[in-house]
């Protein structure tokens, strides 16, 4: 089942049709997917409804260097700086790269604009799996997340990863929550189209199989000495690069797609 964040309250899509889901905090609860269960079927919405980003108090954090696709990309634009090794090292180490991205108020959801920094040349998006994880840690679903990302700023020097990562516009997650509490398949795939125009920019498309950690891994590591009274959402990097000549430009349009949750849209203001 999905689970939609809209202006009138939460709503539920299952092959029976759509349902209201009453109630606040839903995406706290350790048995979210039995609790959304007991309405299937119950009070039906009718019409059409606008998905907003679908989270409520939850802090989103994200994990860098997870893919082989990444690594090589974050060691070729910082190794004039130095810190190309940063980031080889991160890959083969035990301990996952984990940093904050977002409250809330910054991010935004489906066909809702994302930004690029003004004191940026080179920027990306960073289409991710994303996990909508309980107070206690518990996986409870997964959603879409892009991860805007000011390569240029991190490449000068690593220790700028918060201002190439945390600005205003630079979350977007949704369409919404696929709540259940079988994992994802490895063969689950996430595809990105960027669109300038009436032409495709960039495309690129990568699978869970290509991930070098598991989901389980990144959510104790974050959940190790770091408490979450309302959950979190995490991102779990991306195996999906544009080449280095590409940049973002203002009124792209970005499509991300994962089979079984639906596609995240959003445009660069």
Avoid at 15 to 44: C, I, Q, R, W
Avoid at 160 to 167: G, N, R, T
Avoid at 217 to 233: A, I, K, N
Wanted: overall charge negative; hydrophobic content about 35%; aromatic content about 10%.
């Amino acid at each position: 089942m999905i689970l939609y964040r809209t202006a009138s309250g939460w709503i539920v899509s299952t092959n029976k049709g759509l349902f209201h889901a009453p109630g606040a905090s839903l995406t706290t609860m350790e048995d979210l997917e039995s609790y959304l269960s007991s309405y299937v079927g119950g009070d039906p919405y009718d019409g059409n409804f606008t998905p907003l980003p679908p989270i409520e108090n939850q802090e989103v954090w994200a994990a860098g260097v997870t893919y082989s696709r990444s690594r090589t990309a974050r060691m070729d634009e910082s190794q004039s700086s130095g810190g190309g090794d940063f980031y080889d090292r991160v890959y083969t180490a035990e301990r996952p790269e984990l940093f904050f991205k977002a409250v809330p108020r910054r991010v935004v959801g489906p066909g809702q604009k994302v930004r690029i920094r003004a004191d940026a040349k080179w920027n990306v998006p960073e289409p991710e799996f994303t996990l909508l994880i309980s107070p206690r840690g518990k996986i409870l679903g997964y959603t879409i997340g892009n991860d805007m990302s000011s390569r240029d700023i991190e490449g000068e020097n690593p220790l700028y990863l918060p201002q190439a990562k945390v600005y205003d516009g630079s979350c977007a997650i949704g369409p919404g929550i696929l709540v259940t509490s079988e994992p994802l398949s490895p063969g689950t795939r996430i595809q990105i189209e960027i669109r300038r125009g009436a032409k495709t920019a960039f495309a690129g498309a990568t699978a869970l199989s290509e991930m070098k950690r598991d989901f389980r891994t990144l959510v104790d590591y974050l959940y190790r000495e770091t408490s979450f009274p309302d959950g979190c959402l995490l991102m779990t990097g991306t195996g999906v690069v544009p080449p280095d000549e590409f940049t973002l430009d203002h009124g792209d349009e970005i499509s991300i797609t994962v089979d079984g949750i639906g596609t995240l849209q959003n445009t660069v203001e």
